[in-house]
């Protein structure tokens, strides 16, 4: 059995909802779902479970645990064995974590990932994603024992988690020029880009050139953005996606799209023609990390900004 990496664990998410409102005493609604910005009230709670593992080794490095078995894992728990005197992590944080894996049934190390020899890509932190759930508003430099249920993805496991670094969600993928020579862009009688992709190595930043700058409103965090787009990779310059001949432009939120089609909306004026180019991180996730198609494909983009509005609500 494969210990389930966190971004796969959409399960975790019901299962920590049912627990986030448990503390006795509060007179609250315990089914309430915490609120989305409310990191430390979407956090499971500690149980007999989690609270059975002893942990070992140093943090940052592949830990040890030692539990007695099979060890009877009924709910998603979470106990902070060792609390981080680093920053705390907040919503839209880009969360750096290790993590070591085991069989609750049988005890045996089933993985490590996150650590040197096998880096992961950082997570952002909602309080309704496994990331937020599981670390919660934990603290750089925290270890983190949580236990997860028998699933259809495989039977029970424990984690041991290392909080290793954060980045702000302002500084994460920020885009500059591009370093050496950009796609060239070439556009037909009817506007359609065609993107032919240079024989230079990909960016390893998401990187903007502006083509045409309009003359329209800024596009600012959090609006919804009309837009007329192409996509292709670079890896092999092949088209994946395209709105352009389409009769109306595609909406997107900006803080509900990739990171590097965020850099390349927001700070824009409506009008505009950008070109964007996003790594594997910044677009849909680093292969085998990702069950994207587009997981580890560093993407091209074309996109017209046709109108913006703030997003209601």
Known sequence: ???????????????VLLMAGCSAGTGEDTNATPAADDLCAAVASPGAASDAVTVGGDFGAAATATF???LQVDDLERTVVTEGDGPQVNVGDYLSYGLTAFDATT????????YADAPLQPQQVTADSAVGQLFGCA??????????PASQDGGAQIYVLDVLDITPGAEWCTAGDFAAAPPEVTFAEDGRPTI????TPAPDTVSLDVLQEGDGDVVAPGDT?????????????????????????????????????????????VGSTV???????????????????????????????????????
């Open 275 to 313: 070109l964007v180019a996003m790594p594997p991180a910044c677009g849909y996730g680093v292969a085998g990390e990702s069950t994207n198609p587009l997981a580890g494909e560093t993407l091209v983009f074309v996109l017209k900004i046709i109108g913006t509005q703030p997003t209601e609500g």
């Open 1 to 15: 059995m494969r210990f389930r990496p966190i971004a796969s664990l959409s399960v975790v998410a019901a299962a």
């Open 68 to 70: 007695s078995t099979p």
């Open 107 to 114: 005890g045996e190390q089933l993985g490590t990932a996150g």
């Open 196 to 199: 032919t992709i240079p024989q």
């Open 225 to 269: 953005v009309d837009v007329n787009y192409v996509g292709v990779k670079w890896s092999d310059g092949t088209e994946f996606d395209s709105n352009w001949d389409s009769s109306e432009p595609a909406p997107f939120v900006t803080n509900q799209v990739v990171a590097g089609f965020q850099r390349a909306l927001e700070g824009q004026k």
């Open 139 to 148: 603290t750089v430099g925290s270890r983190i024992v949580a236990t997860l």
